[in-house]
Nanobody
Framework: QVQLVESGGGLVQAGGSLRLSCAAS????????MGWFRQAPGKERESVAA????????YYADSVKGRFTISRDNAKNTVYLQMNSLKPEDTAVYYC?????????????????????WGQGTQVTVSS
C-alpha cells in the first residue's frame, strides 16, 4: 500500500501543455509500477500511460501516443505526466495508480484492476 497525491492540473488552451505530478509516500516507491488514468464526465475511467519500476519501460494509449510522456524520479518518490498538444478531448480528472506488477506489467498496464493504490485525482480542462 502506498499513498498517492496528484497535482498540476488546471485550465489550458487547446495546443498548450501541462505537467501532472504524483507524489508517493513510502520507502518502497521504487519497487512499484505506476500508471495514469483519466475519467471524463459520464464516461468510464480509461488508461493513459504506465511506467515500470525502473523507468525502463513505458506504455501509452493510442489516443495520447506522441503527445504525452510518462516519467519518474524515484529519488523524489514522484511520477510525472507531461502533456503536450492538448485537445479538448483530453479534458478529464486524471488519476495516478501504483502496484508491484513486475513481469505482468506489459500485459496488464491498461487494466484498472491491476493497481491496488489510487490517488484522489486532479482536474484537467482544455478549452478550444
Amino acid at each position: 500500500q502506498v499513498q498517492l497525491v496528484e497535482s498540476g492540473g488546471g485550465l489550458v488552451q487547446a495546443g498548450g501543455s501541462l505537467r501532472l505530478s504524483c507524489a508517493a509516500s513510502g520507502r518502497t516507491f521504487s519497487n512499484y509500477d505506476m500508471g495514469w488514468f483519466r475519467q471524463a464526465p459520464g464516461k468510464e475511467r480509461e488508461s493513459v500511460a504506465a511506467i515500470s519500476w525502473s523507468g525502463g519501460s513505458t506504455y501509452y494509449a493510442d489516443s495520447v501516443k506522441g503527445r504525452f510522456t510518462i516519467s519518474r524520479d524515484n529519488a523524489k518518490n514522484t511520477v510525472y505526466l507531461q502533456m503536450n498538444s492538448l485537445k479538448p478531448e483530453d479534458t478529464a480528472v486524471y488519476y495516478c495508480a501504483a502496484d508491484a506488477l513486475g513481469y505482468r506489467l506489459s500485459r496488464r498496464w491498461y487494466n484498472r484492476d491491476a493497481y491496488g493504490s489510487w490517488g484522489q485525482g486532479t482536474q484537467v480542462t482544455v478549452s478550444s
